[in-house]
């Protein structure tokens, strides 16, 4: 939780956050065409897995885990991407805007949880991304993929910048509400920039010439 700001608000930005997440994971499922079961765990994955291994690695119980909020808003999503997948597809530019969201909501909170536990500045910037791309990496896994995060596009780039600045305003010893704003907005804006362009980062050219490093992916990285 962030300092500062009105925990409630925080509460409903992060279930709509988990929302879209477990929409992305539910989507991945279905694509895989995995049963009922598969769609929903994949869902639950991705939308709150990267909160616990966060609060794994710090070492305090998962908060996401532990509310029934989360798990209940995980399953909507992925009931949601079993019945409707062809109306999710229509609107997956819509989504992927909110999942930036999410991702720059996740990053900053995450950040922010690990600066209270008395972090490194360089722990809590990595504990800040996990906490959003931790759940795709995740999943990608459970579909015997390569994650999508170490392969193409601009996901984890974003997630880490967002975090430093959190960080880095800490470091500081600046405590100012501003800052994890802008922390949220850098990284939205550093994955909308991405997608819009379809921008990414530099891959080796042997990993140019391999056949299967394209995999279908709703979130890509």
């Not at 019945?83 to 909110?98: D, H, K």
Request: with cysteine; glycine share 12%; aromatic share 8%.
């Amino acid at each position: 939780m962030v300092q500062g700001f009105d925990p409630t608000l925080i509460l409903w930005l992060n279930l709509i956050g988990t929302f879209v997440f477990g929409l992305s994971g539910g989507l991945a499922a279905v694509r895989a065409r995995l049963d009922l079961f598969g769609v929903l765990v994949l869902a639950l994955v991705v939308a709150v897995a990267g909160g616990i291994i966060r609060d794994l690695l710090i070492g305090s119980p998962p908060a996401t885990f532990r509310d029934w909020r989360y798990l209940a808003v995980a399953g909507g999503a992925g009931l949601a991407t079993f019945v409707a997948r062809q109306v999710l597809e229509r609107i997956w530019n819509v989504i992927q805007v909110f999942d930036a969201a999410g991702l720059a909501l996740f990053c900053v909170t995450g950040a922010d949880k690990a600066i209270q536990f008395r972090l490194g500045p360089a722990q809590a910037i990595i504990l800040g991304a996990i906490t959003g791309i931790g759940g795709g990496m995740l999943r990608d896994v459970l579909l015997r993929q390569i994650p999508t995060v170490l392969t193409h596009d601009l996901y984890a780039v974003p997630a880490l910048a967002g975090a430093a600045v959190v960080v880095g305003a800490h470091a500081a010893g600046s405590h100012s509400l501003v800052f994890p704003l802008v922390g949220f907005i850098v990284c939205f804006a550093i994955r909308i920039v991405g997608l819009r362009f379809n921008i990414q980062l530099p891959v080796a050219p042997s990993a140019r010439r391999g056949a299967g490093t394209d995999v279908e992916d709703p979130r890509e990285t």
